[in-house]
């Protein structure tokens, strides 16, 4: 600070003609080496009298899967009997211990403000359940400004470029809140003034998205695929499927095409031996699948995991098998976070679905229009967490809590049905294209575009008249008919509660 302090004198001195002696410096900061997590703040001030009037800082951007022992243990003495706080990101931290600060030491109307710069993560996916709703509900934090994802970088030699979001809060409330918004993740934001923040950084009610088991609206379930759980043994490229059928040609019909994401969006072909039907005789006198699932075999009896040693006992079946017995709407668990829409796509039941993807069987042309319009993929972009900086889908976050649309008509219903079988007939157009091709917003061919925008339009009717002017306004809606379901939801639980008891 105090050396940007002696270049804003520099310019000063540029533009009047005066030097503003600062130097020697006759001010020092208080400095202290340690641990932010273990020390008690208030211990660093001169007395107990005192307190701090803000609280500023950038902690160390690490994802649970990235701490170290010394970390995790920081973490389990910070949310010590938070549920779920092990998937918390560290810099979560000192957004609890600043809250319990200011409820300590901090008076209402005159108390402490602080502001982090945060992992964007802590506003995305499970997490925004487990923090928020510890800081929001037991501990009276109030966010008074945010500034959404964008792009932050350095002048350090490494030039770090990370997604992440800055937030101010407090103990105590404020009536002019500040969203600062970016259209690009790169440029400038503008900025918004509102009456709340919520942790999803948006102007709505505090709501916390939570896993759950059931969709809340009246829809059909999807599932994630199957994991063969086979250390490869049971799986074959485009040669090996033909190399193996050269000379078993009667092995075909135990051969069934594969998909995982990568597959399903860059059509790669890929192979497994699918064996639930296969006569025990057959698969004796076969070399090539003996062989394999003895392998099978041997590395499922090496696993500490009781489900796979179980399953050492079927060599030849999926350790996990969850393939629908009906055709079905394939959703990639992991999509790139360029795409303006996530490809999803129709599959046929002979097609295994692996467990990098989501399925949902015997599902129509309107669960494909809803899926794959702008509202789903807002939802989406909002209540994801993130593999990298790539979306990562879920059933139990991102579509069990979705919001359909309450009551839309046949009349609505029909034109969703009818915009959907467009976007799959501009697909079409271009056979030799994949999903991946298709939906590169620097390829994404303009039939294509202009079939989504036109699903996108007939699925915003499906919500209201009113067309939606911009994500946010999307977003808001989503969380308004969000919070209007779950609270049903809630009351027909209790109730339940009651009557059971």
């Known amino acids: 600070m105090w050396l940007i302090d002696h270049q804003m004198n520099q310019l000063v001195s540029e533009a009047f003609g005066e030097y503003f002696v600062r130097l020697p410096l006759r001010k020092s900061a208080t400095i202290v080496h340690g641990n932010a997590l273990r020390i008690d703040w208030q211990s660093l001030l001169p007395n107990d009298e005192m307190r701090y009037d803000y609280i500023m800082g950038n902690p160390p951007f690490l994802g649970y899967a990235w701490q170290n022992v010394e970390q995790k243990t920081d973490m389990a003495t910070v949310f010590n009997g938070v549920d779920g706080a092990g998937v918390l990101d560290y810099v979560s931290a000192w957004y609890l211990l600043?809250?319990?600060?200011?409820?300590?030491?901090?008076?209402?109307?005159n108390g402490c403000k602080a502001a982090f710069v945060s992992t964007n993560s802590i506003t995305q996916g499970e997490?925004?359940?487990?923090?928020?709703?510890?800081l929001i509900e037991k501990h009276s934090c109030r966010i008074y400004f945010a500034h959404q994802t964008f792009k932050w970088t350095n002048e350090a030699r490494g030039n770090a470029g990370v997604h992440v979001v800055i937030i101010g809060f407090s103990?105590?409330?404020?009536?002019?809140?500040?969203?600062?918004?970016?259209?690009?993740?790169?440029?400038?934001?503008?900025?918004?003034?509102?009456?709340?923040?919520?942790?999803?950084?948006?102007e709505a009610k505090d709501v916390f998205i939570?896993?759950?088991?059931?969709?809340?609206?009246?829809?059909?379930?999807?599932?994630?695929?199957?994991?063969?759980i086979d250390d490869g043994n049971l799986f074959l490229s485009e040669t090996e499927k033909q190399e193996v059928l050269s000379v078993y040609p009667n092995l075909e019909k135990y051969i069934r095409p594969f998909l995982m994401g990568k597959e399903f969006l860059n059509n790669i072909p890929r192979y497994c031996f699918w064996l639930k039907d296969i006569p025990p005789s057959e698969l004796k006198t076969s070399p090539i699948l003996y062989e394999r699932v003895t392998k099978i075999k041997v590395f499922r009896e090496s696993s500490k995991r009781p489900q796979t040693l179980k399953m050492a006992?079927?060599?030849?079946?999926?350790?996990?098998d969850r393939q629908p017995e009906s055709d079905y709407l394939a959703i990639p668990k992991v999509s790139s976070e360029n795409r303006?829409?996530?490809?999803?796509?129709?599959?046929?039941?002979?097609?295994?679905?692996?467990?990098?993807?989501?399925?949902?069987?015997?599902?129509?042309?309107?669960?494909?229009?809803?899926?794959?319009?702008?509202?789903?993929m807002t939802w989406m972009r909002y209540t994801c967490g993130r593999m990298k900086s790539d979306y990562s889908y879920s059933n139990t976050i991102v579509y069990n809590n979705f919001p359909w649309p309450e009551n839309p008509s046949e009349k609505n219903v029909k034109s969703v049905e009818e915009a959907a079988q467009a976007v799959l007939d501009a697909r079409a157009q271009f056979p030799d294209s994949s999903l991946a091709d298709l939906y590169d917003p620097n390829t994404m061919p303009p039939v294509l575009v202009k079939a989504h925008q036109a699903l996108d339009k007939a699925v915003d009717l499906c919500y209201r008249p009113q067309p939606f002017?911009?994500?946010?306004?999307?977003?808001?809606?989503?969380?308004?008919?969000?919070?209007?379901?779950?609270?049903?939801l809630f009351v027909e639980e209790k109730k339940g509660k009651k009557k059971k008891q």
Not at 129 to 134: K, S, Y
């Open 171 to 202: 103990n105590f409330d404020i009536g002019n809140k500040r969203i600062y918004e970016y259209v690009d993740i790169k440029g400038e934001p503008h900025e918004v003034s509102v009456k709340n923040i919520n942790p999803y950084l948006v």
């Open 210 to 228: 939570q896993k759950r088991t059931n969709p809340i609206c009246a829809v059909p379930s999807i599932s994630r695929g199957s994991d063969a």
């Open 340 to 376: 303006v829409y996530i490809p999803i796509g129709f599959c046929s039941r002979e097609i295994i679905c692996g467990d990098k993807l989501f399925y949902m069987p015997d599902a129509g042309f309107f669960h494909f229009g809803i899926l794959t319009s702008m509202m789903h």
């Open 313 to 320: 006992a079927y060599p030849y079946l999926f350790g996990e």
């Open 127 to 134: 997490q925004v359940g487990i923090l928020w709703r510890e």
């Open 469 to 488: 002017a911009s994500e946010t306004k999307r977003i808001e809606y989503l969380f308004e008919l969000y919070d209007k379901y779950t609270a049903g």
């Open 98 to 109: 600043a809250c319990k600060y200011m409820n300590a030491h901090g008076a209402i109307n």
